[in-house]
Every structure is written in structure tokens, then in C-alpha cells.
């Protein structure tokens, strides 16, 4: 069982930055992938990034690529999420994820979810 608490969120201005973190607790953080998913009003919840277990190989959405960064301290059970040049269409509840399975994209693919953090990003 894996436990996931996400915090960072906020309220910024466009083109602001924020740095969500995870911070996992149970068995074997290490070895799980991490992803972050995010779900605005009255959409599906979209992958954002995904991160492997050694934080060799990360993933991306389009949306994102250029822009947010993700990375993994093992030894701190804390996975981050560098969020730059944001927009307005950023704005969503964002959500931790882990997965046993190398680098999904999949949602359905994660088995262990944090609550969320609210990112509101103004215009």
C-alpha cells in the first residue's frame, strides 16, 4: 500500500512558475512509476508526466513538453513537478499517481492516488 499526499498548489498569474510535490509513504516508492494527472472542471482527468522508477526516462504530455519537469528524490519518498510559463489552461486539480508498470501514460495503469492540489493559473 502506497500512500500519496500532493501540496504546492496555489493561485499564480499567467506565465508564473509553481512546484508541486508528492510525498509518498508505505512500501517501495522506489519502485513505482510516478505520474502526475491533472482534471479541470467538467473534464477527463490527462496525463501530464510520468517518471520511471530510477527517474531515468520521463514522459510528457504535448501540452506540457518545454514547460513542466518532472523528477524524483528516492531517498525523500518525494516526487516534484517544476511547473513554468504557465496558462490559463493549466488550471486544474492536479494529482499524484503510482504505478508498477514502466512509464505508463495510462490512468487506468496507476494503482495508488493522492487527493489532489488545486492550481489556478489567472489570466
Known amino acids: 500500500q502506497v500512500q500519496l499526499v500532493e501540496s504546492g498548489g496555489g493561485l499564480v498569474q499567467a506565465g508564473g512558475s509553481l512546484r508541486l510535490s508528492c510525498a509518498a509513504s508505505?512500501?517501495?516508492?522506489?519502485?513505482?512509476?510516478m505520474g502526475w494527472f491533472r482534471q479541470a472542471p467538467g473534464k477527463e482527468r490527462d496525463f501530464v508526466a510520468s517518471i520511471t522508477w530510477s527517474g531515468g526516462r520521463q514522459y510528457y504530455a504535448d501540452s506540457v513538453k518545454g514547460r513542466f519537469t518532472i523528477s524524483r528524490d528516492n531517498a525523500k519518498n518525494t516526487v516534484y513537478l517544476q511547473m513554468n510559463s504557465l496558462k490559463a489552461e493549466d488550471t486544474a486539480v492536479y494529482y499524484c499517481a503510482a504505478s508498477d508498470l514502466v512509464g505508463t501514460m495510462t490512468s487506468s495503469q496507476y494503482n495508488y492516488w493522492g487527493q489532489g492540489t488545486q492550481v489556478t493559473v489567472s489570466s
Open positions: 508505505g512500501r517501495a516508492f522506489s519502485s513505482y512509476t
